[in-house]
């Protein structure tokens, strides 16, 4: 299988017209803000009653629904961990949010996904270590091959500087 394009830039993960975007939800996969509010005011109403449908999504964990009104085709919901101090588990279950949402992608045929820095806001996940863990997650799934494109989709300029330099970019 062809390998990946794996890029950062800077943007609003609601533009993306990728095959799915990827949400930093909570477990109640009813909205939120953040990136999770951007989401759900963009895709429309339709989007919170898919998500009634799922019944909830553990952490480390993703579920799908369609992408309704965004570009996007799908949105991948998961839900990262609130950081603590890092000795709880935070980097294995921030790997998990990237490996099963590509795994999901991948189950599901899609060939683009767009990624936000999962927990790095609200949740407090500090980016430099974020970033290595979801860059580390992307290059170790087996799921990424069957992707044409990995985009780590940073909404701040900082924030796409520490991704362009851990993935050797200028
Ligand atoms: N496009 C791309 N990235 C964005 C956008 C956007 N439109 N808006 C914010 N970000 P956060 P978390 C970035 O707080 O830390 C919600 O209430 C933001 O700058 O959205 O995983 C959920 O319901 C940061 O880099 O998610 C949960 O309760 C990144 O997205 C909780 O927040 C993640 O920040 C999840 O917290």
Not at 61 to 68: C, Q
Not at 94 to 103: F, G, I, T, V
């Amino acid at each position: 299988m062809a390998t990946p394009t794996i890029s950062a830039l800077q943007a609003d993960i609601t533009t993306l017209a990728v095959d799915a975007i990827v949400n930093a939800a909570n477990s109640s996969l009813l909205g939120g803000g953040g990136v999770d509010g951007a989401i759900h005011r963009k895709a429309g109403p339709e989007l919170v009653h898919a998500c009634r449908l799922l019944g909830g999504c553990d952490i480390g964990d993703a579920k799908i629904t369609p992408g309704f009104r965004l570009p996007a085709k799908f949105v991948i919901h998961t839900v990262g961990p609130v950081w603590r101090g890092g000795r709880h588990r935070e980097p294995i279950l921030l790997a998990m949010c990237y490996s099963r949402s590509l795994q999901i992608a991948a189950d599901c045929g899609l060939r683009s996904i767009a990624f936000p820095c999962i927990s790095t806001g609200i949740y407090g996940y500090p980016i430099e270590l974020a970033a290595q863990v979801a860059i580390d997650a992307v290059d170790a799934s087996p799921h990424a091959p069957s992707m044409d494109e990995i985009v780590f989709c940073c909404y701040s300029r900082a924030d796409l500087d520490i991704y362009l330099q851990l993935l050797g970019g200028p």
